[in-house]
């Protein structure tokens, strides 16, 4: 059986052999031929063509073509046709890696948002040809060969069950929705916040306008600065950056939304306030040694500014509250509440000194000064300013109800993770405190180059006034957005995934430097006239003081803006160690540049320098926390994209700050000093430094610019 073939043919299968003869075959025919064997004759031997001329022509085709249409190729121009697989010839030169794309690096353990085309992680879902070709029927793919006759054989004699219809598809959600909730919360926070700093602007003219820019106003702005400093040593730090992730991963662990958490959170920070509160205003007087000598060695100044401590010190209780209260919406998704309710605060203060004005008039009228000023004056503004940080605290219990939260007292913060929020606020106070350092030497240098100048508009009050506005657009555009971007960076953060958290600070610090980079330029051409334009009632030579120390301010402001979005990133990680060093360097560099200006300066020009140190120190420190948060998310920070934004926007404000400032002092010098000269070379020289920074970016195609414009154009409906 096992026999080839050919040895078979002839024996016993049908076949018989003539007796000393060949075998015949069955099929012979009678004449002894042998028909072809049909296994053995090659397959194309049997043509039924091969009888018909090729070469013939089909009359009616003949008779059909067109040659006068469609002439033959002239002979010898028919080329053969090209292989259609061939392999492309090698390239002459090797690829050129400048050129060339480099190879990504490996994507992140966990959901990754690097997906093609924009797809979710969670619902995305790759698969092969061959799964999309056994998945296109109806029919479910069945483990193994034989699976689907057991499913026939169960299912016969049964009839057909009908097809479910399939539900109606939900509403496709646009794909901008984090982007346009993202740009809905930043735009009311920015609303919020620019109200709050305007409405802070005046709280600061009324002050200058009510005290002065001497002693007497340097003496109110030492015990006004106090609680805030006390408030950002001790707990402030930590509620600002540290309990925001922990209230977002509450919320998505805990059964309760985290609601328990955060009642135990904001119990335990009103006992701690209390306590501090206590303590801070039995030492009032040495709070005040520390924060300036020169006022505490005057008997009248330091008697003044004790009695306005006392006052101030309470509202470190309320701050706290707030600012807890502020964190528990913002973790709910709730922003605008916290930007909103300082305003009530900033109300109550410019009442409280339009009345001191009403009654004792300007400081540029009466002449009052730390030995001449009664103490009902001392009393109404410093119940004043208590008043308004209680109305502030006590106008975010509303927007707290709206949202389902009851605060109930608890005291059982053991065991609950209070424990790791504190251990993780401990370096926050540390970086507080390195920074707080650096201030108080500042407040220490500045108060007594005021002195020593002997000028109005050269001591504490005028620096703390400069930085006021410089610090505006950081606020309402910066803080803003990273206050909206803070919840998705802790979440990413959480998910272990660096991709989403290193594009979010990208976002971020390429959409706030559209802004910062052209206002800082702004600072620099324009500080003159807008520092005597807002500072006029207190005096022309205090107001061009104040002026210079804005300039001086002004291009640090970006290493500043820069810094702050950095640190989101490490808050996001729960690193508060690295912030902490970081600080320390800038608080270090702050101190010694500020320390060298006081020495090195006359007194008069001492704190302008002090003002550029400041953002030099933050120049020192972007660098060394850029290079450490792009080692934490794996040696990429999308570097190379926001280096390029910041340098081309840069190109393309000095052109414009050079022509602004031009045309501003030129105002100044052929109308005056005055207010309506400051007015109009701020009017005109803005005006015309915006445009020409506007047309030069539109020019160089910067997409964030061109974004910007395209997006105010459509809420103007152009």
């Known amino acids: 059986m096992n026999a080839p073939y050919d040895g078979d043919r002839g024996q016993g299968a049908g076949g018989a052999a003539s007796p000393g003869g060949p075998p015949v075959p069955p099929s012979a025919g009678q004449d002894g031929s042998v028909p072809p064997d049909p296994y053995l004759q090659h397959a194309y031997d049997d043509d039924p063509y091969r009888a018909q001329d090729l070469t013939a022509q089909d009359p009616v085709g003949e008779a059909l073509y067109d040659r006068a249409a469609h002439p033959p190729p002239p002979p010898g121009t028919y080329q053969e046709p090209a ?16 050129i060339w794309a480099q190879t990504p690096p490996p994507e992140p353990a966990g959901p990754s948002r690097h997906l093609p085309y924009g797809d979710r992680p969670a619902t995305t879902q790759f698969v092969g040809v061959d799964d999309l070709v056994t998945q296109a029927s109806d029919d479910r793919q069945e483990p193994d060969a034989f699976a689907h006759l057991f499913r026939d054989q169960e299912g016969s004699g049964k009839p057909p069950v009908p097809p479910q219809p399939e539900p109606a598809p939900a509403p496709a959600k646009s794909g901008g929705g984090k982007v346009s909730g993202l740009l809905k919360s930043s735009a009311l926070m920015a609303a919020g916040t620019l109200v709050s700093r305007l409405t802070g602007f005046v709280r600061s003219l009324v002050i200058t306008a009510a005290l002065g820019a001497a002693m007497l106003g340097d003496s109110f702005t030492i015990a006004y600065t106090l609680p805030t400093m006390i408030y950002i040593l001790t707990v402030g730090g930590g509620l600002n950056s540290v309990f925001v992730p922990q209230l977002v991963r509450a919320m998505k662990d805990d059964e309760d939304g985290g609601e328990a958490f955060a009642n135990r959170l904001l119990t335990l920070v009103m006992v701690a306030l209390g306590l501090i509160v206590a303590a801070a205003v039995l030492v009032a007087p040495v709070l005040i040694q520390l924060m300036s000598s020169t006022i505490a060695d005057d008997v009248a100044a330091n008697s003044v500014a004790v009695t306005f401590a006392r006052y101030c010190l309470p509202t470190i209780f309320f701050m706290g509250v707030h600012v807890v209260m502020g964190q528990i919406l913002n973790a709910r998704g709730k922003f605008g509440a916290m930007m909103w309710t300082p305003v009530l605060n900033n109300i109550v203060m410019i009442i409280t000194f339009g009345l001191f004005i009403w009654v004792y008039g300007t400081s540029a009228e009466s002449r009052m000064g730390v030995d001449t000023i009664p103490p009902e004056g001392v009393r109404l503004l410093g119940i004043g300013t208590l008043l308004g940080l209680v109305v502030q605290s006590l106008a975010m219990i509303p927007y707290l109800r709206e949202t389902g939260f009851r605060f109930r007292p608890r005291f059982d913060w053991k065991g609950h993770g209070l424990g790791k929020t504190v251990k993780l606020a401990k370096w926050t106070v540390l970086f507080v405190l390195a920074n707080q350092a650096g201030v108080l030497v500042v407040t220490q240098l500045a108060t007594a180059a005021g002195t020593a100048s002997g000028h109005d508009g050269t001591g504490f009050l005028a620096y703390s006034n400069a930085q006021l506005i410089w610090g505006m657009p950081q606020a309402i555009i910066t803080v803003s957005v990273m206050a ?12 272990n995934d660096p991709g989403a958290v290193r594009d979010d600070i990208s976002q971020g610090l390429r959409n706030s430097a559209v802004a910062i980079v052209p206002v800082a330029f702004t600072f620099l051409a324009l500080g003159l006239p807008m520092a005597t334009l807002l500072y006029a009632s207190s005096g022309i030579e205090a107001a061009r003081s104040m002026g210079f120390i804005l300039m001086a301010f002004a291009l640090g402001l970006i290493p500043y803006s820069v810094q702050y979005v950095v640190l989101r990133g490490f808050y996001a990680y729960e690193d508060t160690r690295t912030p902490f060093y970081n600080t320390v360097i800038v608080a270090a560099v702050n101190a010694a540049a500020s320390a060298l200006c006081y020495v090195v300066l006359p007194a008069r020009w001492a704190v302008v320098g002090m003002a550029f140190s400041y953002g030099l120190a933050y120049a020192v420190g972007v660098g060394v926390a850029w290079r450490r948060l792009r080692n934490r998310l794996g040696g990429d920070l999308d570097g190379a994209h926001i280096v390029r934004t910041y340098a081309r926007l840069c190109m393309a404000a000095v052109p414009a700050a050079l022509a602004g400032g031009a045309v501003g002092f030129g105002i100044l010098e052929l109308v005056g000093t005055g207010a309506l000269g400051s007015l109009a070379a ?35 409906g152009r």
């Open 83 to 98: 292989p259609l697989y061939q392999q492309p010839p090698p390239a002459p030169y090797a690829p050129d890696p400048r």
């Open 682 to 716: 701020l009017i005109c020289g803005g005006v015309l430094l915006l445009g020409i920074f506007f047309v030069a970016a539109k020019k160089m195609r910067i997409e964030e610019v061109n974004g910007l414009v395209g997006m105010v154009r459509g809420r103007l």
């Open 484 to 495: 909206a971007l803070l919840p998705r960076i802790s979440r990413a953060a959480h998910d």
